[in-house]
């Protein structure tokens, strides 16, 4: 069991014929995702040939690839310029699961694909500007190393590559039912508090790591939900500690105006509702084991 993305996913990537889609489609097949196609307007009935004699047909067009392969997921490896008109198409082909990769996309695009999805109300968007999903043992929807990867029973959600793969390759030997990198930028599709109802009510996962950083309130009403909504344990961590006021800090979205939105509030409104917060990923990880080996 896992959330959104399980061993029965059939994923399309969009960009598949461009060095990035490439590269990562080569990737995710390694880690055992079911791949059944890719998507370039213009490059429909082509053939891509990956290692270990795998071939990958090329449809033009998203609604193409569903109806010929019944795909369920779309990884978005597509220009920031081009992205918005790649999510409506996937929306439009009434895709399930939409993980866009890209970063550097609009604020103003982000908005309008997201209200198209939520309007459409059949696709579900991760990102954009995320390293994607993972449930190990499964499926690899994105650029998360899988071979850093152990399947287990730990929930993680996190705004932060980086410290995805750190918290990932840390808690290795215990393992995650999903991992999901939801982005740093303003305007995100799939919340902290999404991933916190579907852990919740995920029978095999049995504790949550989330991950934030500095910037606006998500992580503020993520503690709310978890303080009225989760019986879980939750392990949390907030980027950025030392970030100095006003200055933007890597991600977009990822910046700090007064008292609003530091790293103190949101470990203040964590721990008000019961979450350990570790001052470092490595202290946030050993929270976690400690977690664990009293639910064994």
């Not at 097949?29 to 890719?38: F, H, K, Q």
């Not at 190393?145 to 980086?162: D, E, F, Y």
Request: hydrophobic fraction near 40%; charged fraction near 20%.
């Amino acid at each position: 069991m896992a959330i959104f993305l399980t061993a029965s996913s059939k994923v399309i990537v969009q960009g598949m014929t461009g060095s990035e889609g490439q590269k990562h489609t080569q990737l995710m097949l390694a880690s055992g995702t079911n791949i059944v196609g890719g998507v370039t307007p213009g490059k429909g009935g082509q053939k891509v040939e990956f290692d270990s004699g795998v071939s990958i047909p090329v449809f033009g067009s998203v609604a193409e690839a569903v109806e010929a392969t019944g795909a369920d997921v779309t990884v978005v490896f597509v220009p920031a310029k081009f992205t918005k008109a790649a999510v409506m198409e996937a929306i439009d082909a009434k895709i399930p699961l939409a993980v866009v990769i890209t970063e550097g996309v609009a604020v103003k695009d982000s908005a309008e694909f997201w209200t198209y999805a939520k309007q459409s109300g059949g696709t579900r968007i991760i990102g954009p500007n995320c390293p994607g999903i993972i449930s190990p043992g499964a499926s690899n929807a994105g650029i998360i190393p899988s071979t850093i990867a152990g399947a287990g029973r730990i929930g993680l959600v996190s705004k932060s590559g980086t410290l995805t793969y750190q918290m990932i390759y840390e808690l290795r030997d215990f393992g995650f039912s999903t991992a999901v990198g939801i982005g740093g930028d303003p305007i995100i599709g799939t919340t902290h508090i999404d991933c916190l109802e579907a852990f919740q009510n995920d029978p095999d996962t049995d504790a949550i790591v989330m991950i934030g950083e500095i910037g606006g309130d998500a992580e503020e009403r993520a503690a709310a939900y978890i303080k009225e909504h989760v019986t879980k344990p939750v392990v949390g961590y907030v980027a950025g500690f030392t970030a100095p006021e006003g200055k933007t800090m890597g991600h977009a979205g990822a910046i700090v105006s007064g008292s609003s939105g530091t790293a103190a509030a949101k470990q203040e409104a964590l721990e008000a509702a019961g979450v350990k917060v570790g001052k470092t990923p490595s202290a946030t990880a050993e929270l976690m084991r400690e977690v664990m080996k009293k639910l064994v």
